[in-house]
C-alpha cells in the first residue's frame, strides 16, 4: 500500500518531470526516482524527444543499487518500441523489485499494458499515488493525445480597474518584478508564447525567457497577423533569441509584405479568414497540434484574447492584477472587441486558484464548459 514515503520519493520524481515541460514534446515530462532502503540512489527526466526516457536514465544513475529497489514514475512505464526501447524492459532487466507510478499513460500503443508486463515479471506494482498532480503536469501532454490540440492558457495582467495600458498606449509595467519573471518561467514550460499584432507594434516585445535564470528556453514565438503588418525589424523576429517566430496571416496577407518577414527570418502560416477578417483561432491551433506544438502561451493583446474566448479555444485563464488604477475611457481593457450584449451571455469562468505574487495578486480559472 502506498504511504507517505511514496508521496515523498513520488513528489521528488514530479520535480524532476517539471523540468521537462516545453522541451520534451510531443512526448510527456517524465521524472523517475530509484530508491533503496529509504534512500534515492537514482534520478531522472525525460529531457528531449527521442533522448532516453527518465527510466532507464535513473536506473543507470543508480547502478548496481537498483537490484530489489523501488523505482518511482510520474507516468505509467512505456512498455513499446518507438524511438527508444521500451522503459518495462530497462526495470526489468535492472531488477526493480517495485514500481510505483502516479497516473496511467493514453498512448494507445501503451495505456494499461505496464502493470501486466511488469507483473508477469514478478515485479509489484502500484499505480495512483499523486496521479492529480501527475495528470495536471503534462496537462498539455493529455490534451493533445485526445484532441490532437495544443493546451491554450491565456494570460492577462492589468491594473484593479481592468486597465493594459493607459489611454496613450504606455503599458511598462503594468505588473511588477516578480510577476513578470513568473510569466517568463510559464514561456519556458510552454512550446509556443503568442501575441496579437497590436502587441508587438505597440511594445515591440521579444518574447523570451530572459528574466529566466539557469537553464533557459525560449519557446516558438507566434505573432497572429492577419495582414502582415509585422514590421521586418521587430524584435520578435531578430536574433535575440535562438527560436523560430512564426507568423500567422490570412490569405488577404500582401504577398510583397510576407517575402519582406520570410527575408528577415520569419517563418509564414497562412490560415482562412475567420469572424472580423481576422485570422482562423481554431484553423491555427488546429495547424500547431499538427506540428506537435502541445502548450501555447498567449499573451495577448485585447482583441486577439477577445477572439480566442470566443473562439473557445482557451483551457486555463491566467489573471494578473497590479495594485494600481489607470482610468480613462480610451485606456485599452485584456478584452478587446464588441464584447457581449447582455450580461447572461458573458462567459463564465471557475476559479481554480489566487495566488499573491510580489505585490500583483494573479487568480486562475478555466471556462465554465471544461471545468
Given at each position: 500500500m502506498a504511504g507517505v514515503h511514496d508521496q515523498v520519493f513520488m513528489r521528488r520524481a514530479l520535480e524532476l518531470a517539471a523540468r521537462g515541460l516545453g522541451r520534451t514534446s510531443p512526448n510527456p515530462a517524465v521524472g523517475a526516482v530509484v530508491v533503496r532502503e529509504g534512500q534515492i540512489v537514482g534520478e531522472g527526466r525525460h529531457r528531449l524527444a527521442g533522448e532516453p526516457h527518465a527510466e532507464p536514465l535513473a536506473l543507470l544513475n543508480a547502478g548496481e543499487q537498483a537490484q530489489d529497489a523501488t523505482i518511482y514514475v510520474t507516468l505509467e512505464p512505456c512498455s513499446h518500441w518507438g524511438r527508444t526501447p521500451p522503459c518495462t524492459q530497462a526495470i526489468i532487466e535492472a531488477g526493480i523489485s517495485r514500481v510505483v507510478y502516479a497516473c496511467a499513460d493514453i498512448d494507445e500503443r501503451c495505456a494499461g499494458r505496464a502493470d501486466q508486463v511488469l507483473g508477469?515479471?514478478?515485479?509489484?506494482?502500484?499505480?495512483?499515488?499523486?496521479?492529480?498532480?501527475?495528470t495536471q503536469l503534462n496537462e498539455a501532454y493529455f490534451k493533445?493525445?485526445?484532441?490532437?490540440?495544443?493546451?491554450?492558457?491565456?494570460?492577462l495582467a492589468s491594473s484593479l480597474d481592468g486597465k493594459i495600458a493607459t489611454r496613450t498606449g504606455d503599458s511598462r509595467w503594468v505588473t511588477g518584478k516578480e510577476a513578470r519573471e513568473f510569466v517568463h518561467?510559464?514561456?519556458?514550460?510552454?512550446?509556443?508564447?503568442?501575441?496579437?499584432?497590436?502587441?508587438?507594434?505597440?511594445?515591440?516585445?521579444?518574447?523570451?525567457?530572459?528574466?529566466?535564470?539557469?537553464?533557459?528556453?525560449?519557446?516558438?514565438?507566434?505573432v497572429v497577423d492577419s495582414?502582415?503588418?509585422?514590421?521586418?525589424?521587430?524584435r520578435?523576429?531578430?536574433?535575440?533569441?535562438?527560436?523560430?517566430?512564426?507568423?500567422?496571416?490570412?490569405?488577404?496577407?500582401?504577398?510583397?509584405?510576407?517575402?519582406?518577414?520570410?527575408?528577415?527570418?520569419?517563418?509564414?502560416?497562412?490560415?482562412?479568414?475567420?469572424?472580423?477578417?481576422?485570422?482562423?483561432?481554431?484553423?491555427?491551433?488546429?495547424?500547431?497540434?499538427?506540428?506537435?506544438?502541445?502548450?501555447?502561451l498567449l499573451e495577448g493583446g485585447g482583441t486577439l484574447a477577445?477572439?480566442?474566448?470566443?473562439?473557445?479555444?482557451?483551457?486555463?485563464?491566467?489573471?494578473?492584477?497590479?495594485?494600481?488604477?489607470?482610468?480613462?475611457?480610451?485606456?485599452?481593457?485584456?478584452?478587446?472587441?464588441?464584447?457581449?450584449?447582455?450580461?447572461?451571455d458573458a462567459w463564465q469562468v471557475e476559479i481554480t486558484g489566487v495566488e499573491r505574487i510580489g505585490a500583483d495578486i494573479m487568480i486562475e480559472g478555466v471556462p465554465c464548459s471544461q471545468g
Open positions: 508477469d515479471a514478478g515485479i509489484d506494482v502500484e499505480s495512483g499515488v499523486l496521479a492529480d498532480e501527475a493533445h493525445k485526445r484532441t490532437k490540440l495544443p493546451f491554450v492558457t491565456l494570460k518561467e510559464l514561456r519556458g514550460r510552454s512550446d509556443a508564447v503568442m501575441v496579437g499584432i497590436g502587441t508587438v507594434l505597440a511594445d515591440d516585445p521579444q518574447l523570451t525567457t530572459r528574466d529566466v535564470s539557469g537553464d533557459r528556453r525560449d519557446a516558438l514565438r507566434i495582414l502582415a503588418r509585422t514590421p521586418a525589424d521587430a520578435v523576429i531578430g536574433p535575440g533569441s535562438h527560436e523560430r517566430c512564426l507568423i500567422a496571416v490570412s490569405e488577404s496577407a500582401p504577398e510583397e509584405r510576407l517575402a519582406g518577414l520570410v527575408l528577415a527570418g520569419a517563418e509564414i502560416m497562412r490560415l482562412p479568414a475567420g469572424p472580423g477578417g481576422h485570422v482562423d483561432l481554431n484553423a491555427l491551433t488546429a495547424e500547431l497540434g499538427r506540428r506537435n506544438v502541445m502548450s501555447v477577445a477572439g480566442a474566448v470566443a473562439a473557445a479555444v482557451v483551457d486555463r485563464y491566467l489573471f494578473f492584477y497590479a495594485p494600481k488604477l489607470v482610468g480613462g475611457h480610451d485606456a485599452p481593457t485584456g478584452l478587446g472587441g464588441d464584447g457581449v450584449e447582455r450580461m447572461a
